[in-house]
């Protein structure tokens, strides 16, 4: 009699689905027979710009040292944080992407006798790390698309060890003023700690938003998240990263992987924080392309959420798969977002200027091609 394997994994992780990344240029590429250099990605929130020459000439180098295991403890780049966020070697997790650090904190700190609270319409890892360690995940109503933090707060319960923030938020993009995310925090027990996830924290300009990292004094529950993947043009190299008090640090570190992150990611992701002029770049990019796709939304009368990441939530109704397909068939790669339960959008990253507009037209040849076909 055959085994039944699924059978002997633990509750959790039977029921998971995987997470489902944007479709590849390559996989796009072989369906359709197309070239990769006539298809345009704007589906996982990636750095347009291509990688910074700094994090090329120091990945380059690295390679020589392939052989040799990385430094489990990352030194170099652990010191260059330090010194541009002002904070202690001791307080820093580094991981394998941002999504390494949320899973390492989720098996520190829950088990099945816990709750994990989170918006709906959140990131879904945070859903994902929640069941598969089989801790009850409370997924809050959002209002207006975003966190009703005010709710959050309330959720919050006696079994309750985790709440993930994620400002500004991924896939909608709404954000959180420093005030909103001060006077949750003050709400929340200090035995609960609270994991805000900066991913895209680089992109916020005004100083009416936070940095997580200026209230870890007042606030030893928080652990602020960040990654090289978004502003800082690493993605493939997968880098990430909290900040926190020692304590946790200390407890995050003992289960985190002692080579999680490699060595060329190591070297790029040091010499990217010196690149000012590339992040700056990538910022005026962003700005710029957020308003090329609103200003094409607007003309096509379609609803978008405002958004503060690198990428921008547009309502297409009720035939958004099909819209999607046909974008594929244009060589034009964005990403739907049915499994966030918003079945009537898609999400588009910010590319390029030529990107953008290409996207632009091919979307209102698609939305053509569906009104004659309803």
């Not at 598969?132 to 995940?137: C, D, V």
């Not at 895209?200 to 009416?208: A, S, V």
């Amino acid at each position: 009699m055959a085994v039944d394997y699924q059978s002997l994994a633990v509750k959790g992780v039977q029921a998971l689905s995987p997470y489902q990344p944007g479709k590849p240029i390559e996989e796009l590429a072989r369906e359709l027979g197309l070239k990769p250099a006539e298809i345009i990605k704007l589906a996982s929130n990636e750095n347009p710009l291509g990688p910074s020459e700094k994090a090329l000439a120091a990945a380059r180098e690295a390679l020589s040292e392939m052989c040799l295991y990385p430094d489990g403890n990352g030194f170099d780049l652990k010191q260059a944080l330090s010194e541009r966020f002002g904070v202690g070697m001791d307080q820093i997790t580094l991981g394998n992407g941002s999504n390494d650090v949320l899973e390492v904190i989720a098996r520190c700190f829950a088990d099945r006798d816990s709750e994990v609270v989170f918006s709906q319409y959140a990131f879904a890892v945070y859903p994902l790390v929640t069941q598969a360690i089989g801790a009850k995940g409370v997924s809050v109503p959002a209002k207006d698309w975003g966190h009703d933090l005010d709710a959050m707060a309330d959720a919050v319960t006696e079994r309750t060890r985790l709440v993930f923030v994620a400002n500004p938020n991924n896939p909608t993009g709404t954000v959180h003023t420093a005030d909103a995310i001060e006077g949750f925090l003050a709400k929340i027990p200090e035995d609960v700690l609270v994991v805000l996830d900066e991913a895209y924290c680089e992109y916020l300009t005004g100083t009416e938003y936070p940095d997580g990292l200026e209230l870890l004094e007042r606030f030893p529950n928080l652990i602020v998240c960040r990654t090289f993947s978004k502003a800082w043009g690493l993605a493939a190299l997968r880098v990430g990263y909290s900040i926190s008090s020692p304590a946790i640090a200390d407890i995050l570190n003992r289960v985190r992987q002692p080579f999680n992150v490699d060595t060329v990611a190591l070297a790029a992701a040091t010499a990217v924080l010196g690149d000012e002029d590339y992040l700056n770049r990538s910022r005026e990019v962003n700005t710029e392309g957020l308003k090329q796709l609103a200003d094409g939304f607007d003309r096509m009368g379609l609803p978008y959420i405002p958004s503060a990441g690198n990428f921008i939530a547009v309502e297409v109704g009720k035939q958004a798969l099909a819209i999607y397909h046909a974008l594929l068939e244009h060589g034009v790669i964005v990403r739907p977002i049915a499994g966030y339960g918003m079945p009537e959008h898609l999400r588009v990253s910010v590319g390029l200027a030529k990107e953008n507009e290409r996207f632009l037209d091919a979307l209102a040849e698609a939305l053509s091609a569906a009104g004659e076909g309803g």
